[in-house]
């Protein structure tokens, strides 16, 4: 049985990795308390109510069970039983699964950049590319967490799901192909935000197994959660008063019928928003917080005028070269980094790819990608042309460098299109609005040349082949929905712009001290917070995220149980 795996299908399930399927029956080692929500109450009481059960939610909502009653709920289902989404090899398959039921919600933002977000228990660490690496010192500074708490969350988490990743030829040779380009020194194996190259971490493990922040859920108090999946909350109730108080939400089950779920009484007791970058602002935004002028346009009630729900949103953007091997190469997510000095962060994978993205996106999004890639086809020499068809309708070896702009410091915003939570809202990302972001791209692109140029990846490259080469075959990808130019593969900058990709570490929406307090309190209402990577004020913390959001999960639970026995 042919099963396929991939990445750089990126955004958009364009190349497919292939590989031979692993198949192993597995279940959720605590199918106790999770359960379908056709199965809840009509009307049950909590004394935490957490939605979202993902990268936060899901070690925010175990850590929390130790001492109080916890509903956590969940829109998607289990991250069990389905070796599509539990085997590394299975991780194009499930971006490229845009059905309804899909762990993988499929969106574009405004900017013409395909994009996913997570529908499943363990969200993102659930679909993810698996690399694992804490944030900067400096990161835990700003945000003015306590180092101590954090390094014991960090531990918490990896304790249970993270891993070392076994190094094999290409990675290696990118780890080497980085020090060639200067990006120095040698960290090492380190989960440790540091400049230089190093290995990181990773949810899988050495059988190529994913373990997601579902498993931390093994650390729940059993009898105190429950877990309802395929829960979809429409909207977060409030007592009217003075300042608004929240008490409870509704929430769907897979047959559209409406649950209740309220929080006991008591002043420690609290709804917690953990529904990611693009739920939380929705969320609240279908709740009755938000632009007044914008929620009335959409026909909600207001309940708390709110300019700043939607607001700061920003995804790193990512640029790319593919590089067809001369020989076999492992099939790897990312592993090796390297941190350069001016914010722009390299990575990269391999493997056997198919360019089948005919069977992986919907018609009219394929059709308009490749309307806006005409430009840069008409300009092939007739050489190139041929080449690049040749690839496109076969399977090949290749590695992937990608480099990922740090920050960014463009952000856009998110509107609600429709009053159903299920739908996507409305993104815009802005996508190199700052030009310190494109500088930072060029510089980026420059050291991904350097290392593809380096003599250790060089003896996987065909003779002929050059940079300007593997330039015009990705542009050739319907990879966005961004019009291409006659200068796409002559100028960096313009590469940049046109063939910008998502690495999915989009962020923001309810920043600290714009939408909620340092303790993630919601601004402006009562026993409601929000706790995901919403919070994260325009940056990214550090390589990759996923560390630090379920760390944030597990180091807000500590506080919220410290906060309730003062
Ligand atoms: P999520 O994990 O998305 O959790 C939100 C949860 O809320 C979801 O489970 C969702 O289903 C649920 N939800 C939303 N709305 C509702 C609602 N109305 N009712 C009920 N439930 C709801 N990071 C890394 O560090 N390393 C990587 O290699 C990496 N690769 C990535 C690859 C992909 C394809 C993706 C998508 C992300 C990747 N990331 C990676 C990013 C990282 O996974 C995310 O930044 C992180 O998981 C976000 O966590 P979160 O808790 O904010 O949101």
């Known amino acids: 049985m042919g099963f396929v795996h991939s990445w750089i299908l990126l955004n958009c399930a364009a190349i497919i990795l292939l590989l031979p399927s692993l198949c192993y029956p597995e279940t959720a080692p605590y199918s106790t308390f999770a359960r379908d929500a056709t199965a809840a ?7 935490y109510i957490v939605i979202g059960g993902g990268t936060s939610g899901c070690a925010l ?19 069990y039983g389905n070796p599509t989404i539990s ?18 919600q499929l969106f574009v933002s405004t900017d013409g950049v395909i994009n996913h977000r997570a529908r499943i228990l363990g969200g993102g660490t659930a679909i993810n590319a698996g690399f694992y690496s804490r944030a900067s010192s400096d990161f835990v500074a700003r945000a003015g967490w306590d180092p101590q708490l954090v390094k014991e969350s960090y531990e918490w988490v990896e304790k249970k799901i993270v891993f070392e990743p076994e190094v094999k030829q290409w990675q290696s040779a990118v780890r080497d192909g980085l020090l060639e380009a200067g990006v120095l020194p040698n ?4 989960f440790d935000h540091l400049i230089g190259t190093k290995i990181g971490g990773s949810i899988f493990d050495k059988n190529g197994h994913r373990h997601s922040a579902a498993d931390l859920l093994e650390y729940a108090h059993p009898s105190n959660i429950s877990v309802h999946l395929h829960a979809i909350v429409q909207r977060i109730m409030f007592i009217s008063g003075a300042k608004p108080k929240a008490n409870g939400v509704v929430f769907e089950d897979s047959n559209g019928m409406k649950h209740w779920a309220y929080i006991n009484n008591g002043s420690n007791n609290e709804i917690i928003v953990s529904a990611g970058a693009l739920g939380s602002p929705q969320l609240l935004m279908l709740s009755g917080i938000g632009p007044a002028d914008h929620l009335e346009a959409n026909g909600v009630e207001v309940i708390l005028d709110q300019a700043m729900v939607g607001q700061g949103m920003a995804d790193n953007p990512l640029n790319a070269l593919i590089v067809p091997s001369t020989e076999p190469l492992e099939t790897s997510l990312p592993q090796t980094v390297g941190i350069t000095a001016f914010g722009s962060y390299i990575e990269s994978l391999s493997g056997i790819v198919e360019f089948g993205w005919a069977n992986s996106l919907p018609p009219e999004l394929l059709n308009q990608s490749k309307q806006v890639n005409k430009m840069t086809r008409q300009q092939e020499s007739p050489e190139v042309k041929a080449a690049v068809d040749s690839y496109l309708a076969s399977n090949l070896q290749v590695g992937i460098l990608l480099e990922k702009v740090m920050g960014p410091a463009s952000s856009g915003h998110l509107e609600l299109k429709t009053l159903d939570a299920k739908d ?7 996508y190199f609005k700052d030009p310190q972001d494109l500088h930072k791209c060029v510089k980026g692109m420059e050291t991904v040349i350097q290392v593809v140029e380096s003599k250790a990846v060089s003896k996987f490259r065909y003779r002929t082949e050059s940079v300007k080469f593997y ?24 590469y940049c712009k046109d063939t910008v990709m998502t690495i999915w570490h989009y962020h923001g929406g309810c920043h600290v001290y714009k939408v909620v307090d340092h303790d ?10 929000v706790i995901d990577g919403s919070t994260f004020p325009f940056d990214s913390p550090g390589t990759n995220p996923q560390a630090t959001v379920m760390m944030l999960g597990r180091y807000m639970g500590q506080r919220i149980i410290l906060e309730r026995s003062s």
């Open 424 to 430: 996507n809202p409305k993104v815009t990302f802005n």
């Open 61 to 79: 909502a175990a850590t929390l069970s130790q001492g109080s009653k916890v509903l956590l709920l969940e829109r998607g289902g289990l991250p």
């Open 87 to 104: 085997d590394i090899r299975g991780f194009a398959l499930t971006l490229a699964d845009i059905s309804h039921s899909s762990p993988s």
């Open 471 to 494: 330039m015009d075959f990705l542009a050739a990808l319907p990879l966005n929905l961004r019009f291409k130019h006659l200068t796409t593969t002559f100028s960096l900058e313009q």
């Open 520 to 529: 993630y309190k919601v601004l402006g209402v009562d026993a409601l917070r």
């Open 187 to 190: 960290n090492g194996f380190t």
């Open 41 to 47: 109450p009509q009307e049950a009481y909590y004394d």
